[in-house]
């Protein structure tokens, strides 16, 4: 059975990102419509037979929320998908009545959207079948309400204004508003990829699962509560808790014997060495972004030259510390880069010793400025990388894990521990480095001159020559300029001036034909080109040519 889409958004760079993102062949959707307005999408639902829509939310005119009801009523059989922002739960309410299957929240990636896609298709399999089914029988047999709730918690922490949820949303998620207190926990699991190697068989969701639900069992002692990995961070699992009554002082007590316990307990279970962090109680569920921020920034406060110490941190009103960053390893690039171009391994570990020296001789090195420096370093190398002509889709340019990108053990829970893992990540640069130098494509540079040298008339691009050998832009104008002294565009000028001059010479032909063989479209731009580099016009060129013919 084929089915036929529509996506309606008000953004064409995000209509045709769902375009290319979607497994559309796999999901048998043979026709995709598009609206750019919620009025187009009206006309083309009752023109067209169609199964499943894509919804944005904030759209002029006509938003989401208005739209989804005329659906419900001129539609009723039609599945809803929406797409929405971290502001735009306000029409959440709206789209539970009208059936929607799943929420994909901006930017889309592909795994989420084709995920909700597979679940409308398969929500419209099952329909054949039981025609008596309602909808909202399909959509509680069919949406996941964890996946929900985390969707919603995800929202509620990474703003600062929540006041958009509404009291249907909160029933659903089973904290409702009343005599009760909220608050946000970080967990930063330190050894997370050793354990998941051998207890896991290295599957990371399987981890998450196990220890959210340790986390469930120990923390429904005192609390109403609910755990998720965050999407962004593996290492962190963001817990949500709520406690009847309004003693503040009774729930952080309470938090940290849990999770002094809760410590105690995974280390035993599995060996595995966390550091918790917890916000402040807050009154409403709307306020978690705060308590979520101070948990979070307790959690990172951990010092790793203190690595014995106590794991589980309240947030407490703290000066922000001054002075000038010591740690940075902007300073060093160039050395950096060096050692990279010669492949010298002694030297590279010694640079990575070096710069754990100097955090020895510091008083502190808390774990949000590790994560500063990790990163800092992933930027450099992947820059240092790119110029060595290694391709980017081999490197975490984008990546939120780029250490599991590389296959890099991020693990560390102390000083020492840090330094193996910066080591680590220098050398996995140094293998790609090592490979691309290795690699034989049996490319030469002096194919690119041979192609400018025969088509010098075409429109030349380097990005022809970086997608055709698998190189970087940067890399191959390197190359060229190295072994001819010229940039690529600087050759292809050179070339077609010397024809230039040859034909110019010769006489039987007009500036404007040489102009266009030379594929200039524009002779006026020809002429300055030529005077440029000739210091004279093509027709004093031709002028000087034939008198010395005579």
């Known amino acids: 059975m084929n089915y036929s889409v529509v996506i309606i958004d008000d953004e064409e760079p995000l209509r045709e990102a769902i375009k290319i993102l979607g497994q559309w062949e796999d999901l048998n959707v043979a026709t995709i419509y598009e609206a750019n307005n919620g009025q187009t999408a009206l006309e083309l639902l009752a023109k067209h037979p169609i199964d499943i829509a894509l919804v944005d939310m904030k759209m002029p005119e006509m938003n989401g929320k208005q739209l989804l009801q005329m659906i419900e009523q001129q539609f009723p059989e039609l599945i809803a998908i929406v797409i929405s922002g971290y502001d735009d739960f306000e029409y959440t309410k709206q789209a539970i009545r009208s059936r929607v299957v799943d929420y994909l929240l901006k930017p889309i990636n592909r795994q989420d959207l084709n995920q909700a896609l597979r679940k409308a298709t398969d929500m419209l399999a099952a329909k054949k079948q039981k025609e008596q089914e309602t909808i909202n029988q399909t959509i509680t047999l069919n949406m996941s309400l964890p996946r929900l709730k985390e969707k919603l918690y995800l929202s509620l922490i990474d703003r600062s204004d929540s006041s958009y949820l509404s009291e249907d949303l909160l029933k659903l998620t089973g904290f409702e508003q009343g005599n009760q207190l909220f608050a946000a926990v970080s967990i930063s699991m330190l050894n997370m990829e050793q354990l998941a190697e051998k207890r896991f068989k290295g599957d990371i969701d399987l981890l998450h699962y196990a220890i959210t639900n340790i986390i469930q069992d120990l923390a429904s002692v ?186 890099v053990n991020g693990d560390y829970s102390d000083i020492k521990q840090y ?59 390197k190359l060229f300029k190295q072994q001819y002294g010229k940039g690529i565009h600087e050759y292809v000028q050179h070339v077609r001036m010397e024809k230039a001059k040859a034909l110019l010479a010769e006489g039987s032909l007009k500036i404007q034909e040489i102009s266009e063989m030379l594929g200039y479209r524009d002779k006026n731009y020809f002429s300055k080109a030529f005077r440029n580099m000739v210091k004279m016009t093509p027709s004093e060129y031709r002028q000087q040519a034939e008198a010395v013919k005579k």
Do not use: W
């Open 222 to 407: 005192y609390f109403n509560s609910f755990s998720f990995a965050n999407p962004k961070h593996e290492r962190e699992i963001i817990t949500i808790v709520s406690m009847e009554g309004q003693y503040r002082e009774d729930m952080l007590y309470k938090l940290y014997h849990q999770m002094s316990k809760l410590t105690a307990t995974l280390k035993d279970l599995f060996k595995l060495h966390i550091v918790v962090g917890f916000g402040m109680p807050v009154a409403a569920i709307q306020q978690l972004t705060t308590s979520y921020e101070q948990a979070k920034r307790a959690a990172l406060s951990f010092d790793l030259m203190r690595a014995a110490g106590i794991p589980v941190i309240r947030y407490e009103e703290r000066s922000e510390e001054t002075g000038q960053d010591k740690k940075s390893i902007l300073a060093r690039v160039n050395q950096l880069k060096h050692m990279l171009e010669t492949g010298n391994t002694a030297m590279l570990s010694s640079f990575c010793q070096t710069i754990i020296e100097q955090l020895h001789s510091a008083d502190h090195f808390k774990l949000s400025e590790a994560e500063k420096l990790m990163d800092e370093l992933v930027l450099i190398l992947n820059d240092i990388a790119l110029e060595f002509g290694v391709p980017s889709s081999k490197l975490p340019i984008s990546s939120s894990n780029p250490l599991r990108v590389l296959s």
């Open 419 to 477: 330094g193996a893992s910066l080591q680590r990540l220098a050398l996995a640069y140094k293998e790609l480095i090592d490979q691309e130098k290795r690699q034989d494509t049996g490319f030469k540079i002096s194919e690119i001159k041979n192609y400018i040298d025969e088509h010098y008339y075409e429109d030349i691009k380097v990005t022809m020559f970086a997608e055709k050998y698998y190189l970087s832009r940067e890399y191959l104008m």
